[in-house]
């Protein structure tokens, strides 16, 4: 059986431990010894100051050097960073040391008291404010409450009105590319036109539409022309009539531009034939017109038809038949 | 009187004659902290946030906002002669042509994940122990608040170096703003200046990052800060610690010693980070490009959870009457975050609701002896840990072999079934713990002596708890649950109906404890002896 004391009750508070000593409070060697610790702690700190001035003038800055785990760095940044992070660290741990061996550490007890006013107070608070509100007098006069309430009202358009010209409003754009009927595929990089015999079975090739000279591709329109370009054996598809027919000898073409976030669908994986965006995984089967198979991604990748031109260059066959990227509320397909 | 002594004396007599400040700062620097590691925690978040502000500055000598296209010519060999942005060659010159610039990079960034770990698990350490309850509601919703802009302010961060992977990124958030109802592609639209990506989305998030989120950050922390003084520490309960006082350390000399050494360690510590463990190299990735991509791309930590949601998210979409809703990027980029934080934010006044429990709380609870709370935690970062786990699901599988289908679902299943799952056992964990607190006090400590009794008989020796001990183990409160049954004793009906019966409900459930020994207990047990 358990040998409890009669004298203990559970639930009265024995009070505050009684204060226990330090070594440093009553031998006054350990006291020295603990400020030898305390100033050791502080010339490291220094110490790491000389490192850090040192690093910054006298490592070379192109210095590489080898660290186990991290693997190969730059020397220059490294000591750097050991210097100030040494002079940083220390100048805490000796302040830290001081506080727990040298200075005072009798627990004080403070009276905290409620937070809400004394009832006095509060009253006095709301005859105040009562009184301010009485002497405003707005309530006897609503002519100027009214035509207040209407200014402010107004006032507050402003500044969402200054907010306008932040940016056009997107019109048609979402649902239009540079794509257009006859416009010819050019290589990205390199904008050169491409023949359906540059791409080889197994094939993949990232291309835009070709731009007339002097128009400058910038990176909206790749946001949103952006199209790959994929060759199997013709046999392999499995598509209706009118998908087949947007195919050129076996080359496909998608719109690189994820239909779930936007992101560039960019793995293909050859034995699969299956296309997958990185970013959330969505996974697209090229054989049948990039179906999504696996992922968040709600819709196939837009496919964009194809044909060769009277110089055996491919181009397009007519735009992109809906909007390429992330859906959006307006988005009507 | 010496000289030093003579210029202090000055000085101060100086300011307190302009200020009147002697009467204040006297009362401050007396001020008592109670002492406890876990307290350490915000101090690190704020330290974390002067050192993000340091750094921060230090990059913005150099950095350019711009998308202007530019030509690298600078000491990274493998990129002389790409075109990218002038925001992307200055953070390239940052990292290898201005002395210490990578070094800073880094501390900022380290420092940035630093801040956002610490805030979580601080606000860990306020949940779990209760120190949220009234009068301290208002000082977790400006918690609330700056966890959200941190996360804000840590993507925008690294969103500007405008790199392959902080563009993707990019693309990711303006898809989440498009696939708003109604006004989506209008805000895109203002917000990047016309089509993804434009020319203008630097130099607006720029302004953002370094002003806009900042400045409400400062503030809020100022008004965090002049609450936790205002209100006072609260402490953990212990023999001498009660509801009506504070039991510590004064400000000065132990606190200002103890908390502005913890600065410099908490510095020293993000500046060795930065300096062995590299972070976002962005010189790998190249300049972004909207038609390329890395594989393997991944947010910072405390964006991963809402990208695992996001991946987690089954393909659904309704298109009627020429309109669009996405629902595989509303429901998990912003339906399920903005309730979770609602209900963080409400939290204090949920629990008030459940237990009726509308008085002040200076003591915190030990989370065991909050049952129903320490579950609802366990719930939530059950929850948020499945997501987070989704969001690395690429990485997962190319380094353990595993199928990417499988962790899909896994997520998809463990997002429902694993956080009540995580609830039952922590509560029953709790109520464990309480029935082994009231052993103890009752019979006191187990000391796996075993010892036979003269009629052969072996019983294992307690020893008794020390007061101070025992006083701990059964100090707290326990309220009853609210009364309000589904009927009173004469058959009316609950007059608060649905809402009273949920109720009622929840505060047993709230409530649900093992019973503390009770001087009651303690007498009869005394009986039982003599």
Same mark, same amino acid.
């Given at each position: ?333 | ?145 700056? !966890? ?196 963080? %934010? ?16 200076? !003591? ?50 463990? !997002? ?92 047993? %459930? ?21």
């Amino acid at each position: 059986m358990s040998e409890m004391k009669n004298e203990l009750e559970p639930l009265s508070d024995p009070g505050l431990p009684e204060h226990v000593h330090r070594k440093s409070d009553v031998d006054p060697l350990a006291a020295k010894k603990a400020e030898r610790q305390v100033s050791i702690l502080f010339l490291f700190s220094a110490i790491g100051t000389v490192l850090f001035i040192y690093s910054y003038i006298w490592i070379p800055r192109e210095q590489l050097i080898f660290l186990p785990i991290f693997g190969t760095t730059n020397a220059h940044q490294l000591f750097l960073g050991l210097g100030l992070a040494m002079a940083l660290f220390f100048i805490g741990m000796g302040a830290v040391h001081w506080a727990k061996t040298l200075m005072p550490d009798h627990e004080v007890v403070d009276i905290r008291k409620e937070q809400r006013s004394k009832d006095e107070d509060r009253a006095a608070f709301v005859a105040t404010v009562k009184d301010g509100a009485a002497q405003a007098a707005l309530g006897r006069r609503p002519l100027i409450k009214r035509t207040l309430g209407l200014a402010l009202g107004l006032v507050g358009l402003s500044p969402i009105l200054f907010l306008r010209d932040l940016g056009p409003l997107p019109g048609n754009d979402l649902n239009e590319t540079n794509w257009k009927a006859g416009t010819r595929l050019v290589t990205d990089p390199g904008d050169r036109p491409i023949r359906p015999s540059d791409l080889e079975v197994g094939g993949v090739a990232q291309v835009q539409p070709e731009f007339p000279i002097g128009k400058v591709r910038h990176l909206d329109d790749i946001a949103q022309d952006s199209v790959l370009l994929i060759r199997i054996r013709p046999e392999e598809f499995n598509l209706d009539a009118e998908r087949l027919s947007w195919t050129y000898e076996g080359i496909i073409a998608f719109s690189k531009i994820c239909s779930h976030m936007g992101c560039a669908v960019a793995l293909y994986e050859q034995t699969t034939k299956h296309l997958l965006c990185p970013c959330h995984q969505s996974t697209f089967d090229v054989t049948r017109a990039a179906k999504v198979i696996f992922g968040p991604s709600a819709r196939p990748l837009p496919q964009l038809a194809i044909t060769v031109d009277a110089e055996g260059y491919l181009v397009a066959k007519a735009p992109f038949n809906e909007a390429v990227g992330p859906s959006f509320w307006g988005r009507d397909s | 009187m010496s000289a030093r002594e003579r210029v202090a004396g000055g000085t101060a007599n100086f300011l307190d004659e302009r200020t009147g400040a002697a009467k204040w700062m006297k009362k401050t620097l007396t001020k008592v902290f109670p002492d406890h590691w876990s307290f350490m925690l915000g101090e690190i978040v704020m330290y974390s946030f002067v050192i993000l502000l340091l750094s921060g500055t230090f990059l913005t000598f150099w950095f350019d906002p711009s998308m202007r296209e530019v030509e690298y010519e600078g000491s990274y060999e493998p990129l002389n002669g790409v075109k990218m942005s002038a925001a992307y060659a200055s953070a390239l010159h940052i990292s290898f042509d201005v002395r210490g610039g990578l070094l800073m990079r880094q501390i900022h960034h380290w420092a940035a994940l630093i801040f956002m770990a610490a805030m979580v698990v601080h606000m860990m350490r306020v949940f779990f122990t209760g120190a949220f309850r009234k009068p301290r509601e208002l000082n977790w919703i400006i918690g609330v608040a700056l !966890l959200t802009l941190g996360i804000v302010e840590g993507f925008l961060g690294y969103s500007l170096p405008d790199d392959l992977l902080s563009g993707t990124g990019i693309r990711i958030a303006e898809a989440i703003i498009q696939a708003i109802p109604v006004v989506g592609s209008y805000l895109s639209y203002f917000i990047f200046g016309g089509a993804f990506p434009g020319e203008l989305f630097i130099q607006r998030i720029y302004a953002v990052h370094i002003l806009l989120i900042p400045g409400i950050m400062l503030a809020l922390i100022t008004a965090h800060l002049m609450l936790v003084w205002y209100q006072k520490h609260t402490q953990y309960p212990g023999p001498g610690r009660t509801e009506k006082n504070v039991v510590g350390y004064p400000l000065m000399p132990v606190y200002m010693a103890k908390a502005g050494g913890f600065f410099f360690i908490v510095f020293g510590v993000t500046a060795f980070l930065g300096a062995v463990a590299q972070i976002n190299p962005i010189w790998i990735f190249g300049p972004y490009n909207p038609g390329q991509i890395g594989a393997g791309s991944q947010p910072d930590w405390y964006m991963g959870w809402l990208d695992g949601l996001v991946r987690a998210a089954p393909p659904i979409e309704t298109h009627a009457f020429g309109i669009t809703i996405s629902w595989n990027i509303l429901i998990p980029g912003l339906i399920i975050p903005g309730i979770i934080f609602t209900l963080m %934010a409400f939290y204090p006044f949920i629990e008030q609701w459940m237990t009726g429990d509308k008085r002040e709380h200076h !003591l915190l609870d030990r989370p065991r002896n909050n049952p129903n709370r320490t579950a609802i935690g366990a719930m939530s970062l059950t929850f948020a840990l499945v997501a987070l786990i989704n969001g690395g699901n690429d990485l997962l599988a190319t380094h353990f072999d595993l199928s990417i289908n499988q962790i899909m679902w896994f997520s998809r299943i463990g !997002l429902i079934v694993l956080p009540p799952i995580a609830f039952v056992i922590t509560k029953r964990i709790c109520l464990s713990l309480q029935r082994a607190d009231r052993e103890k006090v009752l019979h006191g400590r187990e000391t796996g002596r075993l010892v036979m009794l003269p009629h052969g008989e072996f019983i294992e020796v307690h020893e008794p708890l020390s007061p101070e001990k025992a006083y701990l183990l059964s100090s707290h409160e326990q309220l009853p649950a609210l009364e309000i049954g589904e009927a009173d004793e004469n058959g009316v009906a609950n007059p608060q109906g649905i809402k009273g019966k949920v109720r009622a409900r929840m505060s047993r %459930a709230s409530q649900e404890q093992i019973s503390k020994p009770t001087s009651q207990d303690m007498l009869e047990l005394e009986d039982g002896h003599h």
